[in-house]
């Protein structure tokens, strides 16, 4: 997601097809990150549309402090957090945190055909095994290639509890792996 | 280094290039000697990195843009200030006229405003009673001045009933 700083200040104007090109920029990336989060199209598309609503309302006070797509991030992680933790509120009779993503990741019937679409299940299969912290750090680490700096600013937290994340994270996974054996 | 510490950073900064060129060579040899961090390594990158990299990038429909659009400018509408009474704007047009560079948030400047407004309104107001006064006390002296004389100049008539009119009917 490369945009141009001009089409930025455009945007930041008040210009609506400015902004509609940093919509066509940025959309799949929003998309894509609040999909693997919440696990659900329904609800990675109402993420979107809320993180560009929340872009368009909040860039005129962007200074370009940091990148254009570390901010988008953050809008990205702290409102699909928010949708999580409805659905969690929603879903407060149940035990624990695990047991609702899991009940998510049964949820969404639409990916379960093609090998792509296989993959792609298998993949939030296993993000539901880990808390929204952890999958929160794997999403930008390995899927957006972040380095752990743009995912410190991102998620607001320290490079160390980035680092200690991944790590709990990674054996998690790769306790699944043993149980299934070694394989996932 | 122990094979503890350099499992922590195969699992964290190893893996994710993260390390300084020097530490990162430092543990390729190590993981070339020992068996156990060579086989930590694979089974990361098998179970716990491949599957989440190259995924296939997932597009929103297309009908997502539509709904933010009709959002945003709905939002825009609804945001833009309502029109003010005249008489504000009349008073706004002053304030900016005499003040251009007065910024909006500080209420000390608008008091300061309004005050000059209201000073400058009490001195017309003073001045036009002053000069309506003089005005009128021009008039009055006048006034007084013709009845006084009106009794003293010889001009044939006497103090009462003297008129041509009266003399002719009397």
């Known amino acids: 997601m490369d945009i141009p700083r001009e089409i930025l200040l455009e945007a930041q104007g008040g210009s609506l097809e400015a902004f509609e090109k940093v919509y066509k920029a940025s959309s799949s990336f929003v998309y894509s990150v609040a999909f693997r989060v919440t696990n659900s199209r329904e609800d990675a598309e109402e993420v979107t549309q809320d993180v560009f609503l929340k872009i368009h309302k909040y860039l005129k006070g962007f200074r370009f402090k940091s990148s254009f797509k570390t901010w988008v991030y953050r809008i990205t992680m702290n409102t ?22 899991a009940t998510i990741a049964v949820k969404d019937d639409s990916i379960n055909s093609v090998d792509v679409e296989h993959r792609q299940a298998k993949v939030q299969q296993l993000l539901s095994k880990l808390n929204f912290q952890q999958r929160s750090c794997i999403i930008l680490r390995e899927m957006e290639g972040l380095s752990y700096a743009d995912i410190a600013k991102a998620l607001r937290i320290n490079i160390n509890t980035v680092r200690s994340r991944l790590k709990r994270a990674r054996e998690a996974l790769m306790g699944i792996a043993k149980l299934q054996g070694g394989t996932i | 280094m122990n094979c503890e510490r350099i499992k922590e950073l ?24 020992c068996a156990n961090c060579r086989q930590l390594e694979q089974d990361l990158k098998r179970q716990a ?14 009908t997502l843009w539509q709904k933010i659009r009709e959002r945003v400018v709905t939002e825009q509408l609804t945001s833009e200030p309502a029109r003010e009474p005249i008489f504000v704007n009349i008073l706004e ?14 209420g ?8 000059s ?16 006064s003089q005005r009128n006390n021009a008039y009055v002296k006048e006034e007084v001045t013709d009845y006084i004389e009106l009794g003293t100049l010889d001009n044939g008539y006497t103090d009462d009933l003297g008129t041509a009119i009266e003399e002719f009917f009397l």
Do not use: W
């Open chain 2, 10 to 33: 195969i699992m964290t900064d190893y893996i994710d290039n993260e390390l300084k060129s020097g530490l990162k060579e430092k543990i390729e040899s190590h993981i070339k000697e």
């Open chain 1, 80 to 101: 699909a957090l928010n949708i999580c933790r409805r659905m969690i509120k929603e879903q407060s009779k149940r035990v624990d945190y695990e047991d609702v993503i």
């Open chain 2, 117 to 132: 407004i209201l000073i400058v309104f009490c001195t017309l107001g003073i001045t036009g009673k002053m000069l309506y």
């Open chain 2, 93 to 106: 047009r002053i304030k900016n006229s005499l003040f251009p560079t007065f910024g909006e948030s500080l």
């Open chain 2, 49 to 62: 990195c491949l599957p989440f990299r190259n995924l296939e990038t997932l597009i929103p429909d297309d």
């Open chain 2, 108 to 115: 000390l400047k608008r008091v300061v405003v309004y005050a």
